[in-house]
């Protein structure tokens, strides 16, 4: 057995072997050879039990990191599964093409971020998923399955979202823009300005996304418009800075929450705006990896997301005193995909995080039912409890989508004891 854990640490795994696969064949033939269960190794850098299994096989795609122009079509590049998104990034960039949206982490395999829908901000834009035209997948009995958005509308619907289910996801061909220049820039805001006038704000630029500092009364907010200026110098990333003087106001002065909101408050009002301009792969991700955390994300239907967060704040700085990182408010637009969180509604995406040496169970029992009540549904990279029958009432194809599934991998090759109860399989 060959132990692994994700980044966070609270997702484990024995498989009886770590198979690092050199080629498209190389996977085909090694998945119609198993015989035990199945599942692929990206990053490492979801929070959901995804690849917790304690036999069978972890496939490394890592080799499958080829990026290349798409012959007849200039806005569009055929990408191996495996590459790492800081990786295809500067080749796509040097190829003229760009992402059309990004999150701020960069450190994922493609196939990962893409079989869970992940997804940067922006009430026009839509998840990485969406961005999919074309999908090579091999199948549950080894056969290569070319499935493409204008030929298999149905099926590519059912599985763009893949969750390593159903087929390993080998190759894709992305829907591609002109590479382009950001203007971001971080202001603060006060939690009651922000709530107020909740849609002005999510759509005041291009990109929009909101920290809301536990116990301040405040938020920091990123906004980045398209720009045609030059670059400018990048300030030094504070993010892990910041979290560290959280962390400390939280040990300190956590037995007095009044203490601490004024404390946090006035830091906050001495903060200073910043702007810069970058290309576009150097303005979206940031800084994250000092101090790792457990996250929760839940995907909130956009006229019901203020009054959630306002739960959500009261909820934790009442019971979780400890809870220090801020809350993460993002947007995004509705696709068409089964799976997606976002499938037929403009969504906005809110995460709770908390430090990964400290329990999570707790904090995510305490927010989860605020999620579920204003009819949340969850980031499949992230924690939650959810199994089929919940899943069910909020994926209005879920059940197309789970035949598709069982259509492509017939002897469930790629499920897992969770694989199985999170979608009925």
């Not at 199945?38 to 036999?55: K, T």
């Not at 059912?158 to 220049?181: F, K, N, Q």
């Not at 919940?390 to 598709?404: K, N, Q």
């Not at 991998?409 to 694989?419: A, E, V």
Request: aromatic share 8%; with cysteine.
């Amino acid at each position: 057995m060959t132990p692994w854990n994700n980044w966070a640490g609270n997702v484990q795994a024995s498989p009886d072997a770590t198979v690092q696969i050199d080629s498209e064949q190389h996977l085909a033939d090694t998945v119609a050879e198993s015989q035990r269960p199945v599942r692929v190794r990206g990053a490492g850098h979801s929070f959901s039990p995804l690849l917790e299994v304690n036999s069978g096989s972890h496939l490394c795609l890592n080799n499958l990191n080829h990026v290349s122009a798409e012959a007849g079509a200039p806005r569009s590049a055929r990408i191996g599964a495996g590459v790492r998104l800081h990786e295809l990034t500067p080749q796509l960039n040097r190829m003229g093409l760009a992402l059309d949206n990004m999150g701020d982490i960069d450190a994922q395999a493609l196939g990962g971020a893409l079989a869970t829908a992940t997804h940067g901000t922006g009430q026009t834009l839509p998840c990485y998923s969406a961005m999919l035209e074309e999908m090579v997948l091999i199948d549950g009995q080894g056969q290569r399955r070319r499935l493409r958005r204008d030929l298999d509308e149905e099926l590519f619907r059912a599985m763009a979202v893949g969750l390593g289910t159903g087929g390993i996801l080998a190759e894709v061909v992305m829907s591609l823009v002109p590479t382009y220049r950001l203007s971001k820039r971080r202001f603060r805001i006060s939690l009651e300005e922000l709530l107020s006038d909740f849609s002005e704000q999510m759509s005041a630029a291009r990109h929009v996304e909101f920290f809301y500092i536990l116990h301040s009364g405040h938020a920091l907010g990123l906004a980045s418009d398209l720009t045609d200026q030059p670059v400018t110098d990048k300030p030094e990333d504070t993010d892990q800075k910041g979290l560290l003087q959280l962390r400390q106001a939280a040990r300190l002065l956590g037995w007095a929450p009044p203490l601490r909101k004024r404390v946090l408050a006035a830091a906050l009002r001495s903060h200073s705006s910043e702007q810069f301009v970058a290309d576009w792969f150097q303005a979206f991700a940031s800084d994250r990896g000092r101090i790792r955390f457990n996250e929760t994300e839940y995907h909130l239907p956009a006229d019901a997301a203020p009054d959630a967060i306002r739960e959500l704040i009261d909820c934790l700085e009442r019971n979780f005193p400890e809870v220090y990182f801020p809350i993460e408010i993002r947007s995004v637009r509705a696709d068409d995909l089964y799976l997606s969180p976002f499938y037929q509604r403009d969504s906005v995406s809110v995460a709770v995080h908390h430090e990964a040496t400290k329990p999570f169970a707790p904090v995510l029992a305490a927010v989860e039912p605020i999620f579920r009540r204003y009819g949340g549904r969850p980031h499949w990279g992230k924690s939650h409890t959810l199994t089929a029958g919940e899943l069910r009432s909020l994926y209005p194809r879920f059940d197309e989508a789970v035949a598709a599934r069982r259509e492509l991998d017939p002897k469930g090759l790629f499920n897992s004891p969770y694989i199985e109860q999170l979608l009925g399989l």
